[in-house]
T-cell receptor, first 112, second 112 residues
Framework: QKEVEQNSGPLSVPEGAIASLNCTYS??????FFWYRQYSGKSPELIMS????GDKEDGRFTAQLNKASQYVSLLIRDSQPSDSATYLC????????????FGRGTQLTVWP | GAGVSQSPSNKVTEKGKDVELRCDPI?????LYWYRQSLGQGLEFLIY????????KSGLPSDRFSAERTGGSVSTLTIQRTQQEDSAVYLC??????????FGPGTRLTVL
C-alpha cells in the first residue's frame, strides 16, 4: 500500500463550481498534512497545511482532515480557470522525522 | 526574501558524462531535500539533509547519484556516468521546521 494515494483524475469542473480533491494515507502516526499546487512546467507551490482534525479555511481553499479515516481533502470554492493545475497531497510519517510523502497528484481542469 | 534557487535551469548532456546540480536553500532553513520528477510522474524522493545529521540517502536510485551539503547551506547533487533514464526535472526544497517544504524552480536534465 502506498503511503499517500490520490485519484489521478483528470477532474474537470466548470468555472464557479466547487472542486473537491481527495487524499488517503496509510500511517496512523502522521501528524502534518499539506496541499501543493503544481502548474504545468513549474515546481510545486505550498497552498495549505493542516495539522488538526476538522476544517481549515484560507480564502477560497478549505482543507479538511479526518485522522480516524486517514483522509484529507481540499475544497476549492468558486473555481477559476487559473486553478487548473495538478494538486499534490503530502503527508509526514511519525516514524520518519522531516520527510514528506507525496501522492502522485490530481489534475484539475476548470473550464470557463 | 529570496526563495530556493537552483542552477542551471536546464542542462543537456551526453550519455556517460557527469553532471552537477546546485541548490541554494532559503536562508536559515536547516533542512534540504532533493527530488526528481519525470514527465507526467509524481515526485521521487532522493535525499534529505537536516542540520549536521547524517543525510537520509534512502531514495538515491543508484551509486551513480551522490549529494553533499557544504556549511549547512548550499547543496550539490552529482550524477556520474549519466544515462538516458536520468532525464527528469530535479527539484530542491528547503524547510525551516522540517515539515513545510518550499521548492526551487528545478533543473531540467536531458541526457542524449
Amino acid at each position: 500500500q502506498k503511503e499517500v494515494e490520490q485519484n489521478s483524475g483528470p477532474l474537470s469542473v466548470p468555472e464557479g463550481a466547487i472542486a473537491s480533491l481527495n487524499c488517503t494515507y496509510s500511517d496512523r502516526g502522521s501528524q502534518s498534512f499539506f496541499w501543493y499546487r503544481q502548474y504545468s512546467g513549474k515546481s510545486p507551490e505550498l497552498i495549505m497545511s493542516i495539522y488538526s482534525n476538522g476544517d481549515k479555511e484560507d480564502g477560497r481553499f478549505t482543507a479538511q482532515l479526518n485522522k480516524a479515516s486517514q483522509y484529507v481533502s481540499l475544497l476549492i470554492r468558486d473555481s477559476q480557470p487559473s486553478d487548473s493545475a495538478t494538486y499534490l497531497c503530502a503527508v509526514d510519517r511519525g516514524s520518519t522525522l522531516g520527510r514528506l510523502y507525496f501522492g502522485r497528484g490530481t489534475q484539475l481542469t476548470v473550464w470557463p | 526574501g529570496a526563495g530556493v534557487s537552483q542552477s542551471p535551469s536546464n542542462k543537456v548532456t551526453e550519455k556517460g558524462k557527469d553532471v552537477e546540480l546546485r541548490c541554494d536553500p532559503i536562508s536559515g532553513h536547516t533542512a534540504l531535500y532533493w527530488y526528481r520528477q519525470s514527465l507526467g510522474q509524481g515526485l521521487e524522493f532522493l535525499i534529505y539533509f537536516q542540520g549536521n545529521s547524517a543525510p537520509d540517502k534512502s531514495g538515491l536510485p543508484s551509486d551513480r547519484f551522490s549529494a553533499e551539503r557544504t556549511g549547512g547551506s548550499v547543496s550539490t547533487l552529482t550524477i556520474q556516468r549519466t544515462q538516458q533514464e536520468d532525464s527528469a526535472v530535479y527539484l530542491c526544497a528547503s524547510s525551516a521546521t522540517g515539515d513545510e517544504q518550499f521548492f526551487g524552480p528545478g533543473t531540467r536534465l536531458t541526457v542524449l
